[in-house]
């Protein structure tokens, strides 16, 4: 497993990201930390200076294994299970920007809340059908790219809020590169047994999240990472491991005390 560090490349209200104007300046300090890649959270693909992020990237010998999509929901409330059939379109149009990025850096896509949430009105399987069709077009767009669906806690989605629930979904999808991301803040929440719902999403396991019970940095709160990691490594998951965390008392302390925790384990 590689351990990275996420951060938005552009202005964001997520409190649980990171973003700095000197974003090469940022990178060289993960990499002088010890990361191994930087996870980016992206917000409109076409407003990155992609030439200066690749090659800011490539003299830090840092990778990007994932790129985070929610702030085109967070900040501009595009969905894919919104009533409004042009907002839909521009969700779609928006992720598939997400995938040709991706494709350049060879990341995975993830599918938070750019999922939406169930609006008044709006049958249950009226959402599921317009996630699922918009599920698939994105993900026929590029397959050779991973689209990483997020089980996420109950305050701020209604739509997949647990591993089982988000394991059937993927069934009816049904595509090759539709698969799950992990998130330990969000598995506190939701999960009866952090362990067991890791061990159930074994196969379709694309990528994971870590932050502690209180979204500050591992060891911070209540988690126990011994257990979690022992069970990656057990599931044989070689992917990316990435903190999506709080950044206090201050971005620096919980990028360096994220690093200097996951080396003890």
């Excluded at 850096?105 to 993830?110: C, E, P, T």
Aim: glycine share 6%; charged share 25%.
């Amino acid at each position: 497993m590689k351990l990275g560090f996420v951060i938005s490349t552009q202005p964001t209200s997520f409190s649980a990201l990171v973003y700095e104007e000197a974003l090469e300046a940022h990178i060289a300090k993960i990499k002088k930390l010890g990361y191994d890649g930087i996870e980016l959270a992206v917000r409109n693909p076409e407003l990155l200076d992609i030439g200066y992020l690749t090659s800011a990237l490539n003299r830090n010998r840092l990778t990007v294994p994932a790129i985070g999509t929610g702030q085109i929901f967070c900040e501009e409330g595009l969905s894919f299970t919104n009533p409004d059939p042009a907002i839909r379109k521009e969700a779609i149009m928006r992720i598939k920007s997400h995938i040709n990025l991706a494709d350049k850096l060879n990341a995975i896509v993830i599918i938070g809340l750019v999922r939406g949430k169930k609006e008044t009105g709006i049958t249950n399987e009226q959402s599921e059908q317009w996630l699922i069709e918009a599920l698939r077009e994105c993900a026929s767009e590029n397959k050779s790219v991973k689209l990483a669906i997020e089980p996420i806690n109950r305050y701020e989605t209604d739509i997949i809020n647990t591993v089982a629930s988000g394991l059937s979904f993927i069934e009816k999808v049904n595509m090759e590169n539709v698969g799950l991301l992990l998130d330990t803040f969000h598995m506190n929440i939701e999960e009866p047994s952090i362990i067991q719902s890791i061990v159930l999403a074994k196969e379709y396991l694309f990528h994971f999240h870590i932050a502690d019970s209180n979204r500050w940095y591992p060891g911070a709160g209540h988690i126990n990472f011994t257990e979690l990691f022992s069970t990656l490594k057990k599931n044989d998951y070689h992917g990316f491991v990435s903190a999506e965390i709080l950044p206090l008392p201050d971005p620096d302390t919980a990028a360096l005390k994220t690093i200097e925790y996951w080396k003890k384990l």
